[in-house]
């Protein structure tokens, strides 16, 4: 399901681990298609790419990258950011990323197949400040 206004679960990279957390505010999970031909008569070609961007309201909870990363753990606790290379996934979701099987982790492999058109991989992020639909992170991905 894309579109709509849903809760979210973001896995925030540290070093080599995720961090998961949900974001505790309903946020606008959209798709983008982007086309593009090249090529004359015969030897035109066509390609197909899709982004998802969510459209995430500022909150109490949100922290920026630079605090956020200067936090232990504990300091850490309810609260979330956005960086590049970190997950967002469509819902409220329990899994954890890990290589440890015995404490029920899965691999990101296994969460993008699990999930499939429901999550990304942040690639961008841009804060929105003055717009239309108010402040708000908007993150672009795949």
């Known amino acids: 399901m894309l579109g709509g206004n849903s809760f979210i679960t ?3 990279r ?3 681990k995720h961090v998961r957390r949900e974001v505790p505010v ?3 999970f959209t798709h983008r298609s982007i086309r593009n031909t090249s090529g004359v008569g015969d030897t035109m070609t066509a390609n197909i790419a899709g982004t998802i961007i969510c459209r995430i309201p500022y909150c ?3 922290l920026p990258p630079e605090v956020w990363l200067g936090t232990d753990d ?3 606790e309810g609260f979330f950011t956005v960086r ?3 997950y967002i996934a469509l819902g409220v979701h329990k ?3 890990g290589n440890d099987r015995d404490a029920g982790n899965i691999t990101v492999p296994e969460l993008r197949r699990k999930l499939s058109s429901q999550i990304m991989q942040v690639k961008a992020v841009r804060y929105s400040l003055q717009t239309a639909l108010g402040k708000h992170i908007r993150a672009e991905g795949v």
């Open 74 to 76: 504990t300091g850490r």
């Open 26 to 28: 309903k946020c606008r």
């Open 95 to 97: 899994y954890e990323i």
């Open 10 to 12: 973001v896995w925030n």
């Open 84 to 86: 590049t290379d970190d």
């Open 60 to 62: 109490k909870n949100y």
């Open 14 to 16: 540290v070093g080599a």
